[in-house]
């Protein structure tokens, strides 16, 4: 079943127990994810993480794992991320299989029409479908707000929006933000707080135009000088690496489907026309631009390093964060540059 954007929060708060698949597509992914974790807390689950590798290579995984009982008694949830098509027989396997315990929940980035996953979603009542767009102008305030209230802050609409715009609409950045800004006011869901530009400005929340987000595109496009530029604004201790590789994960997330389309023989342009309002008008021009640099090959190679850099970063002893992503982000920059 499709999800409407008006229900999609009962769907999520009070789950039918009925419903097996949840899928959460489209290319803000951070909403995605956000869905996602809501949905959990909905269904009072633990996350039972399953890779979508693994599902492609055995598809009957899904279903087995999702129709096993847990050993330590407490409902879970079978969680995939990231995930596309590769898993479309496995979720089909899951959906036609006699029982159930857990539910699972897919998170998808850009999906076409024609997905195989998607249709599976969509076309099944036992599965539930929503997809997740970058919310613009007062849908990213309303956004921001929302997020906040979570945290205990009362956010007016000017603040709304500069916090929507240093974090790129991205709402995954938006919520990692907030919990920074709600602990240096004091706030909580019980002790709620105003959040004003004067604490915005003592915490540093905001880059201009929330320029470390793009990073990854400006390393993409192979923009050398601007990325040097904007490395340099960053904290020292890195901080922001990790939410600068994943959004360069989404990134190529996005643009592999696109390209794979474009060395089947299709045009761009009818690449970029059939995905409509699936992509933010603001990125049309840079994709066109992306498209024409890298090749399926050279996107599967700077995931690949994207990949093992995050894991690096993620360990106890792991290289400074901020030069390791100094050099990747130079290594790509250059790349692209040499393409062009």
């Given at each position: ?48 993480i ?17 129709g ?28 036609e ?9 897919v998170i998808?980035?850009?999906?076409r ?44 609409p ?21 919990a ?7 706030a ?46 960053l ?6 690496a ?96 040499r393409?062009?």
């Amino acid at each position: 079943m499709k999800a409407t954007k008006a229900g999609i929060g009962r769907s999520l708060d009070q789950p039918d127990g009925e419903v097996r698949l949840y899928l959460f597509h489209g290319p803000d992914e951070g909403q995605s994810r956000a869905l996602g974790e809501r949905l959990l807390k909905g269904l009072g689950s633990t996350r039972f993480i399953v890779g979508a590798p693994a599902l492609k290579s055995d598809p009957a995984l899904l279903a087995d794992e999702a129709g096993a009982m847990n050993l330590f008694g407490e409902p879970r949830a079978i969680w995939v991320e990231p995930a596309g098509d590769e898993i479309a027989e496995a979720v089909e396997a899951l959906l036609e299989a006699p029982a159930s315990e857990s539910p699972v929940i897919v998170i998808a980035g850009a999906l076409r029409k024609s997905s195989a996953l998607l249709k599976l979603a969509e076309g099944h009542r036992s599965a539930l479908a929503h997809a997740s767009y970058v919310p613009e102008g007062q849908q990213a305030e309303r956004m921001v707000a929302e997020v906040g209230r979570a945290h205990g802050l009362r956010i007016a609409p000017g603040v709304a929006a500069r916090v929507a715009d240093a974090c790129g609409n991205d709402q995954a950045i938006v919520g990692q933000e907030l919990a920074k800004l709600a602990l240096y006011v004091g706030a909580s869901p019980e002790a709620p707080k105003d959040l004003d530009h004067d604490a915005v400005d003592a915490v540093g929340a905001d880059l201009p135009e929330g320029d470390f987000l793009h990073l990854a595109d400006l390393a993409l496009a192979g923009e050398i000088a601007e990325v040097g530029e904007t490395l340099g604004r960053l904290s020292p201790a890195g901080s922001e690496a990790i939410p600068v590789i994943r959004s360069l994960q989404r990134r190529l997330l996005m643009l592999a489907p696109m390209r794979a389309r474009v060395e089947a023989g299709e045009r761009s342009s009818d690449v970029m026309t059939s995905l409509g309002k699936s992509l933010f008008w603001k990125d049309k021009p840079l994709l066109e631009k992306l498209l024409a640099t890298w090749d399926a090959s050279g996107l599967e190679t700077v995931a690949e390093r994207a990949g093992k850099l995050e894991r690096q970063l993620m360990r106890p002893n792991s290289p400074p964060p901020a030069e390791a992503l100094g050099e990747e982000l130079a290594a790509i920059a250059r790349r692209a540059a040499r393409r062009r």
